[in-house]
């Protein structure tokens, strides 16, 4: 889940339909991005962020990202 992306529109005092909406995107796929069920592309990150103010950029940083493979030991 895009905690932060949620956090962001609340913060705005938007629904997801009025963010889908002023995107150009249907809410359910918004619900779906925030979600983390779909990913957007870069013209709809673009569409969201710009909506809701912030650098596109932050749908695609790998923060908070957990990685699965297992870390080697040191001999």
Known sequence: ???????IRLSKGLTQF???EMSGISRSYYA?????T????????KSIADV???EMSLFFAQQGRVSRQKS???A
């Open 1 to 7: 889940m895009r905690h932060w992306l949620k956090q």
């Open 18 to 20: 009025q963010v889908a």
């Open 32 to 36: 779906d991005i925030e979600r983390g």
């Open 38 to 45: 779909a990913n957007a592309g870069g013209s709809t990150a």
């Open 52 to 54: 809701l103010g912030f």
């Open 72 to 74: 080697k030991k040191s």
